[in-house]
């Protein structure tokens, strides 16, 4: 038996695949970041009361976890939304959220343009999933 047959006796449902991109992007979101603990400069902008271009306050910190909570949310969101509304979701801020991010990579340090890269190709495949989704009225199983 192939790989291929293999997957075809247990098809596995867009909403999963989709959910799980989610959530691996969420995961490579929250290392990136973490390891940039690590970098000199940005302790020291951090010491300073700025990140990157932004002054550290309520409203920064306030937009920061606004924007970390919407894709945390699309994990559930994606398994309980009609089909119709999550694939206009899934599309539209998939396609938001690669833009931020590949924009946040520009002069970067490696190691955060190349977990940019992949949260990106793991979003243009959350974008591809919910493109080909397929008829509204049914559960997609491919």
Do not use: C
């Not at 490579?28 to 020291?44: C, G, K």
């Not at 924007?67 to 699309?74: D, E, G, S, T």
């Not at 190691?111 to 999933?129: K, N, P, Q, W």
């Amino acid at each position: 038996m192939t790989d291929r047959d293999a997957r075809s006796d247990h098809p596995i449902d867009t909403r999963l695949k989709v959910a799980a991109l989610w959530t691996a992007t969420m995961l490579i979101f929250a290392y990136v970041d973490l390891f940039s603990l690590y970098r000199p400069d940005v302790r020291a902008d951090m010491e300073a009361g700025r990140i990157f271009a932004f002054d550290i306050g309520q409203p920064f910190l306030f937009f920061a976890t606004l924007y970390v909570i919407i894709p945390a949310l699309m994990i559930y969101l994606t398994l309980v939304l009609r089909t119709r509304v999550n694939r206009i979701a899934n599309i539209v801020l998939a396609s938001l959220y690669a833009i931020t991010i590949l924009g946040g990579a520009v002069g970067e340090w490696n190691y955060y343009v190349f977990g940019s890269l992949v949260e990106t190709a793991l979003l243009a495949l959350v974008i591809r999933h919910a493109w080909t989704w397929g008829d509204p009225d049914r559960i997609s199983a491919t």
